[in-house]
C-alpha cells in the first residue's frame, strides 16, 4: 500500500514552494515546484539530499536514516552569498518549509517547538546510547565464550617450485648518525586518563552542542518568518492606500 506523500510549504513574496517527498522501496522521489510547475526533482536514499533549482536557488533536505517525516526542509535563494547549492550543501542560513498541517512532520516540529528542553535531553540520551551500547556489547561477548568451529582438514598440495636467482644489490656505506638525547618525559596520569576518556564523552557533548544549536536556529526561522510576513502585511496596506 503506497504511502501518502510528504509536502513541506513556504510562501515568500507571493511565490508558493511545495516540496513533495515520496517513499519508493529503500529511496525516496523528491520534487519542488514553484506555483505548481517542477523546478526540480530527485531521487535519493542519502540522509541530505540538495535540489538545484537554478535562478530560483536550492532546496536542502535532512532526511532520517531509515524511515520516517523529513528532519528538516530549507530554500536558499540565488542572492546567496556562497550561491544557493554550496549554501545548502553547508545547511547555513536559508529559509525553512513549513510541514503540511496534520502531518507527522508538523507534529514533530510543534512538539520540539513547545518541548524544547527534553529535545535536548533526547539527542543526549540518543549519544549516550550511542557510547554506552557497544561498550555492553563488547562486555557481553567478553563474557561468553563462542564455541569452537570445526573447520575441516584440508589438504594442500606440496608445490615443488624452483630456487629463484639470487640479485646482488650493490651495498651503499650510510654516514653514522649521531644521537639524540631526547628526554624522558611522559605524560601525568591524570591526563592520560582524560585522554582516554575524550572518545567517549566527546559523542555526548557534540549532541548537546547542536540540540541546542538547533533550539536556537528555529527560534530564529520563526523570528525571520514573522518580519516576512509583518512586511508583506506592511507592503499590501501600502498599495491599498494608493489612489
Not at 615443488?160 to 644521537?179: A, F, G, N, T, Y
Request: aromatic residues 6%; charged residues 25%; proline residues 9%.
Amino acid at each position: 500500500m503506497a504511502k501518502d506523500p510528504e509536502r513541506w510549504l513556504l510562501t515568500h513574496q507571493g511565490v508558493r514552494h511545495v516540496v513533495e517527498i515520496v517513499e519508493s522501496g529503500l529511496s525516496r522521489r523528491i520534487t519542488w515546484t514553484l506555483d505548481g510547475d517542477e523546478v526540480a526533482s530527485k531521487k535519493s536514499s542519502d540522509e541530505k539530499v540538495t535540489l538545484d533549482g537554478g535562478d530560483h536557488g536550492a532546496i536542502g533536505l535532512r532526511l532520517p536514516t531509515f524511515t520516517g517525516p523529513a528532519r528538516r526542509v530549507t530554500w536558499w535563494g540565488p542572492e546567496s552569498t556562497l550561491g544557493a547549492v554550496a549554501a545548502a550543501q553547508t545547511g547555513l542560513g536559508g529559509l525553512d518549509l513549513d510541514p503540511e498541517a496534520g502531518s507527522k512532520a508538523a507534529a514533530r516540529e510543534a512538539w520540539i517547538r513547545e518541548h524544547p528542553q527534553q529535545y535536548a535531553v533526547r539527542r543526549t540520551a540518543a549519544a549516550v546510547a550511542g557510547v554506552v551500547v557497544p561498550l555492553l556489547l563488547i562486555w557481553l561477548l567478553g563474557r561468553f565464550a563462542l564455541p569452537a568451529i570445526p573447520w575441516p582438514d584440508v589438504n594442500r598440495p606440496d608445490w615443488d617450485l624452483p630456487d629463484l636467482p639470487s640479485i646482488p644489490w650493490p651495498s651503499i656505506p650510510l654516514p653514522d648518525l649521531p644521537s639524540i638525547p631526547w628526554p624522558d618525559w611522559s605524560l601525568p596520569a591524570w591526563v592520560e586518563t582524560v585522554l582516554d576518556s575524550i572518545k567517549y564523552v566527546w559523542p555526548v557533548l557534540l549532541a548537546v552542542v547542536l540540540a541546542r544549536a538547533e533550539i536556537k536556529r528555529r527560534r530564529d526561522q520563526d523570528a525571520r518568518k514573522r518580519a516576512a510576513s509583518e512586511a508583506s502585511e506592511e507592503s499590501e496596506r501600502e498599495e491599498t492606500r494608493e489612489p
